[in-house]
């Protein structure tokens, strides 16, 4: 059901994408009727590229970033506009997931290939969590102001590839249908409040000033200066017709686009003072139950909040002892780390030293071409410090990556957010993954928990590749393992246990965190965005426990490149999911390993006594 509404978000640095099919008008229900004489596996890979092809065909946006050459999975839109936000589309759309899935349950998983029983296992733990959303249609903010649709919109606009001139033209329709787009918005605002669910005042107010910002006219705009960028370098285009769609795109970005974000904050400043919702999801009607599901959907994880509340503690202290131990086997330690710096510090020097350095641990990624630029400055106020914008499947040579320099700190910083970001994180991922034949439908589903999680686990790991202290490196890595446990802990504490400014201050005074200004800024962007923090903090721990898990059930042949090998080679899923192709890709290689062993004894007496 968050797909809607989520799409928009996928895309940048989450993960979003979608295969062949026919129009939407010629799908009718889409429902497939299986007969004993059916092959199984043609009807599952008929299901679900033609469910692919359907969902791209309704949503040009995320399919332009998706797939680069749509037409080759015989996509066809069935209109150039932004998809229908409506309460009434919702259910059309939740119906249409109901079709799919008995559909699906039609086809006998046993009958499958393995990869196939994958994709099968995936599309049924997604959907069926979707479904488990339909009773909660008021509760999503796609207002929040850290990953809300009138700031993501305007990374997706600015970052959108000009490959041909249906690219350009369906980015002007969109463009043209901002104002629409906008209006639904802000309908859905209206029933929100009158629901008693909408957002507070303070999170409220922080995407109307960004609305009132980014409304301003200015010949530098960065929907004007990024246009003229791309359209610059198409070199498919007469200069005519460069000039015709440079004034088409100051038409539209003045007269529609602008006026609809102006418009959409006077429409929201009607909303402020019509609700006394703390912010805290607990406090509405059903809101655990919510949170609940939120929490499942971001970590990837069936444990309760209650439940992660004492993992994410419990592994709090372990680190924290094991930062003691250092710190009592080296004295001078502190101020080592005092002292450590990144001797680099420009960001693509930082790309190369990593992908020369994590060579030993990881498997070897395709040739790739990577261009980092800095955010744009109109979108500081609302964008990550840094995010990789996701490569179509079809066209992964080259990726793009966004970072603040502001926002760094340090060069250490910097690298540790290029690994993240790039090699062996997000950019990697995306790649390797890709090119394990990795199914287009596949791109439908949004395993945030192994998305962040992944890239949050080889930022750690990144420490030991960035030419410091061997002691400091493992120190400042569990130092901010621990930082982000506080945030994790912190997204529960408010948003199942109902926690105000004064018990986080408490909080985070046992940890040397007392700056009211901190604690209030930390508390309004954990309310801006429920569940935001598990999906990094939990999804590592969960990869760091697979990590720990298998060495110890398979320690005569785990290696780290295996481990690795899997996971990627896998792709985004729930951890269980993952957790079972781990375990049959061991098993595998223990069997061989034991066959290659038992034959080494059968030969080996002879020359043994020999000796």
Known sequence: MRRRFGCLLLIVSITISF???????????????PTAEDDDSLLFEELTDTWFARRMSED??????TVAHPETYGISFTSETFTDLTYEQEQAELTSIHRFLKDLKKISKEDLSHRQQLVYDLLLDYYDLQMEFADYYYYQD??????GIPGSLPVLLSSFAFRDTSDIELYLNLLNDIDIYFGQLYAFAQEKTAQGLMTNDTTLQQTITFCQSFSQASPDHLL???????ITSCDFLTEQEKQKYLSQNSNLVNDVVLPSYLSLADNL???LGKNDNSGCLCHLPDGYRYYALLVRQSTGTDRSPFLLFQDIANQRQEDLKAMASYFRTNPALASVIQQTRCPLSEPTDMMEVLQDAMEKDYPTCPELSVTIRQVPEQLASCSAPAYYLIAPIDDYQQHDIFFQPKSSGSTLSLFTTMAHE???????????SYSYDYEPVRSLLSYPGYVEGWATYVE?????YAGIDDDAAAVLSLNQRVVLSLYASADIGIHYYGWDTGTLADFLSEYGISDEQVIEEIYQLILASPANYLKYYVGQMNFSSLLEECRTSYPDCFTKMDFHKCILQTGPASFAILKQELFDYFDALDALQSQSSMHITVTMPDRCLAC
């Open 19 to 33: 295969f062949s099919g026919c129009k939407s008008e010629d799908l009718g229900s889409g429902t497939l009727h």
């Open 60 to 65: 040009p946006l995320s399919c332009h970033f």
């Open 142 to 147: 796609p207002l929040s102001p850290t990953d």
């Open 224 to 230: 004007l200066a990024s246009f003229q960028e791309r």
């Open 269 to 271: 400043m009607s909303i």
């Open 422 to 432: 790039g090699f062996p994180g997000h950019l990697y991922q995306t790649a390797m």
């Open 460 to 464: 750690f790991d990144s420490y030991r």
